[in-house]
């Protein structure tokens, strides 16, 4: 009986061919996901969030320094609201939303001068998002908004939250 070595080799010709396949399909999805990583790393930088003084009750929405341009996003970090003048600090109530003030979109509420910090995508702003701070009919004083933020595009909000 002769063994037919032929035979043989197109099972293993078509092995071959698939495992290549794979690899070539595995190392442009690499490629690719490196590239992506790479682009999120080069655009990420802190910005400072600012925003004007808060001198009575109402709401102060100030979308040029208090969230992202287009096109960008916004991790925050760090908000302060520190007292203008620190022997007469700021008393009351202070809503801090994302955008339109409603129970849905509030992040965080001061009852005093102070800092909070914020875990990575806790407060994530994107294109025309922005924090909307809301003192309420108690509010005395002068309160100054500061605080950081992670700045990124915002095409790579997948891989920074990855």
Known sequence: M????????????GLW?????????TATAVRQYLARRERLMQSMHRVPVTGPALSKPGITDQGRTMGPQMGMAWDVKRLTLASADP??????????????????????IFDAPGTHTYPKATVLLTGSERLVL???????????????????????LP????
Do not use: I, K, R
């Open 2 to 13: 002769q063994h037919d070595v032929a035979a043989d080799a197109a099972p293993a010709a």
């Open 159 to 162: 891989d920074y939250l990855s």
């Open 134 to 156: 809301v003192a309420d009919n108690t509010y005395a004083g002068l309160c100054v908004p500061g605080g950081a933020a992670v700045e990124f595009l915002d095409e790579c």
């Open 87 to 108: 022997a007469s600090p700021w008393s009351g109530v202070v809503y801090v939303y994302t955008g339109f003030p409603s129970s849905a979109n509030l992040v965080d």
């Open 17 to 25: 061919a698939m495992l290549s396949l794979t690899l070539e399909t």
